[in-house]
């Protein structure tokens, strides 16, 4: 009998040592989003340089509409409590036909170099920056970084220079990146999906292959808003490939019993739960800054994600409209206190020439209804059904949590997915659009989670 037994636990301690599960990836997407049948014959894989141009029809066409806006009266004291309110709105409106230079903006957008390339049938729009020195010895580290709603390419010029030239800026020459940054499809000049079901997973597949093609074989990854899911994605698809993935924002999208105790308890008793002090201020009372703020914030989500041609009809006819839309999320996820302000705070962190470039990218390209398919491609099937929400990211991950993003997620949330965190900082200050509020702190963090990779090498013990 006791030999028995000893087979039998031998057996058990040979099958738990030898019988590691392998770590599972996300399939890559495959796809043909161009208008018609695939052609038989090859894409053509070719990068052709780009930049943005406007024509003077193009112009008068906006300031004509410009001209023949009208204009609801927003509600006594009611500030950007109901959305953007009307009365700031025009001032906005005459900045926009008075003194807002596009073409000098465009002038902007064109300093950084820009080039599209057909994948899967789309031609795909990138900023591709090289440092403008290395030191000797010293190679470019690849890093790609993406946008979401309803932001753009160009939420990232403000940190760009502080990434690829850091030493000019005051931030050491140690790690020097060269910096990718793709419109996703549908959002600026990438060119719409002319298929359904491409969604974030389809957007991570063809990111990655933008990067294969640039020649990059091992990059790091950058992202908030769909930004997060897309590189979250390219880190399931592509584990030996990317050396790490940086997030300004993460989600969880399956809530279990110890998320409920730890909404319902992790205020009393935070230690029990993996709570920091900062975890509980910025959580707690979780109906106030948790369930009503999702409710009070999603609204947009809900359009988007059911039927977003509808709204959007309306919005690609519309500058004013389209201007109200988005502006009325950089005021809000920016700071939700901004609502009480009759401006809604839109130039305490921005400025009406960053804002309305951003807003004409939308404009010009006509992208806001394809932008808004891209939350039905997403959310159609539900929440936590998709293969890329069950499972778990081994990539060394680094995590910038700002003060002012919409929901916070918590290390010990967060780390259930995010399986090998190396990197979790409580930002001193900014909201949901990282890049283009606080530059500096977001391009200090990226470089301290990248040191910490590199010289631990932690990308090749992902697999230990």
Known sequence: ???????????????FLFSKKKEETLPFKDGWWGRGQKPVTKEDSGIRPFKVETTEEELSDLFRRLDQARFTEPLENSCFHYGTNSVHLRKIVSYWKNQFNWKKQVEVLNKYPQFKTKIQGLDIHFVHVKPP??????????????????????????????????????????????????????????????????????????????????????FYTQGGDWGWL???????????????LHLNMVSVSKL??????????????PGLFGFQDEDVRRMFPFLKKGLYRILSESGYAHIQATKPDTVGCGLNDSPVGLAAYILEKFSSW??????????????????????????????????IVSSMRFYKENLQKGIGTQKHEKLTVQVPTGIASFPNEILHIPQAWA????????????????????????????AKD???????????????????
């Open 1 to 15: 009998m006791l030999l028995e037994v000893l087979l039998v636990l031998g057996t058990l301690l040979i099958y």
């Open 133 to 218: 020195r290395l030191p000797e010895g010293q190679a470019a580290k690849p890093l790609l970084m993406v946008h979401g709603w309803p932001g753009s390419f160009y939420e990232f010029y403000k940190i760009i220079p502080l990434l690829t030239d850091p030493a000019s800026h005051g931030l050491g020459d140690e790690h020097i990146f060269e910096v990718i940054c793709p419109s996703i499809p549908g959002y600026g000049f990438s060119e719409a999906p002319h298929k359904k079901d491409f969604n974030s997973v389809s957007a991570a597949s063809v990111f990655y292959e933008l990067m294969l093609r640039l020649g990059f074989n091992e």
């Open 230 to 244: 897309i590189c979250t994605n390219l880190a399931q698809i592509a584990p030996n490939h990317v050396k790490g």
């Open 256 to 269: 279990g019993l110890t998320h409920l105790l730890s909404i319902l308890l992790g205020r009393y008793f």
């Open 334 to 367: 920016t700071d939700m206190e901004f609502q009480n302000l009759e401006d809604g705070g839109l130039e305490r962190k921005f400025s009406l020439d960053d804002l309305l470039t951003n807003v004409m990218i939308y404009w010009v390209s006509g992208c």
């Open 415 to 442: 780390k259930k997915k995010y399986t090998n965190i190396v990197s979790f900082h409580f930002m001193p200050r900014g909201g949901h659009f990282a890049a283009f509020e606080e530059p500096e702190l977001l």
């Open 446 to 464: 990226i470089l301290q989670f990248v040191d910490k990779v590199e010289k631990e090498q932690l990308w090749k013990k992902k697999g230990e």
